[in-house]
């Protein structure tokens, strides 16, 4: 616990650094703009730190000793984090996010307090959050050159973060054709897409990043793509699961939102083909689903094996990523650093 929180202390302090700086550029701008730069700072603030703990264990177990270096590629990828889900707000025409109004909440509540109709202010929400998406996307980049590597491993850490922008945005788009489709997507669907849309840029791309940066070889670089791949899914998965099932104080959102979406999920995808379907159909997706009906939605997933599925697929994904790290090529100190990130996993679906 104590080196993740050194690490994460670095990574805080690159982010620190980054906003400072930005913050004082934008001032002779403006100070609507500023603020902008302050809310996307807030945005980047109380998260788990996920991405860059990957690129910085990847880089620490292949001995990796310039963990600075480290940071400022942990801090592309959490920026690039934090682009996504400011424009993944805004797709999903969320206006909230962790119990507190987002950057489209934000300035839409700034705009209805001035007097503008609703439709004119979640405009106005909208319009600075795509704006302030677009600038830690760019920015996320910028980082990669703050870490100070040059040369071809500076164009090889560019290449990987670029895929993780390009896979997500595929993935994006796969996600918002199921929510407009009116038939549920199968299972491999969902798979295809939760691992385009979030497991490659905050597992696989991570993870071959600090290889890397450590000067891993190819046979290592492609076998951490594969574990970040399959405990990816695995996480995502479960994600999902707590989404419905999990407790709120823990997860941090509501357990009804997901329903009330429909979010199509592998539970949903595999419930669909029970006989429960007929009447969860007629529960999922509904925006205005009640606590009640939410229980009733619950019990069907479980009744239907629909839950159950999910967590088997989930340990079925994890415990293959724990068989790659078997690999004769990965160093016991790689897999010191990343067994616990598979078990962390499964303990969430024990």
């Not at 990828?77 to 987002?102: K, S, Y």
């Not at 509501?254 to 429960?276: F, N, Q």
């Amino acid at each position: 616990m104590a080196v993740a929180a050194e690490r994460g202390a670095l990574v805080d302090a690159v982010l620190e650094r980054f906003f400072s700086l930005a913050k004082k550029r934008a001032a002779p701008l403006g100070a609507p703009y500023e603020h902008l730069w302050g809310l996307l700072e807030r945005n980047t603030q109380g998260g788990k730190r996920f991405r860059p703990r990957m690129v910085m264990a990847a880089y620490a177990g292949l001995g990796g000793d310039d963990m600075d270096a480290a940071a400022c590629v942990g801090a592309s990828f959490e920026l690039l984090h934090t682009a996504l889900i400011v424009h993944d707000d805004v797709i999903d025409r969320d206006f909230v996010r962790r119990g507190i109004p987002n950057i489209s909440g934000t300035y839409r509540d700034h705009a209805v307090d001035r007097g503008a109709s609703v439709d004119i202010a979640e405009h106005r929400g909208v319009s600075a959050a795509v704006i302030a998406g677009d600038l830690a996307l760019f920015n996320a980049y910028r980082l990669i050159d703050r870490s100070g590597v040059i040369g071809p491993v500076r164009e090889r850490l560019i290449d990987i973060l670029d895929e993780a922008m390009f896979a997500s945005a595929a993935g994006e788009l796969i996600d918002v054709d199921f929510s407009i489709s009116r038939e549920t997507p199968r299972v491999d669907d969902v798979l295809t897409m939760e691992r385009l849309k979030t497991a490659v840029y905050s597992f696989e791309t991570p993870l071959q990043a600090g290889a890397v940066l450590a000067g891993a070889g190819e046979a290592t670089v492609a076998t951490l793509g594969e574990f970040g791949r399959e405990i990816g899914i695995a996480y995502q998965i479960v994600d999902d699961v707590l989404g419905v099932f999990g407790e709120e104080e823990a997860t941090g959102k509501t357990t009804i939102g997901d329903l009330r979406e429909g979010k199509r999920t592998v539970m949903i995808a595999y419930a669909c083909s029970t006989p429960a379907w007929s009447r969860l159909c007629e529960l999922i997706g509904d925006p205005e689903l009640t606590g009640e009906q939410a229980i009733e939605a619950r019990l069907l997933l479980v009744e239907c094996g629909a839950k159950a599925f999910a967590e088997k697929t989930a340990r079925a994904y994890a415990e293959r990523a724990i068989a790659h790290l078997g690999e004769p090529h990965i160093p016991d100190e790689l897999r010191a650093e990343l067994h616990p990130v598979a078990e962390t996993v499964l303990n969430r679906v024990r």
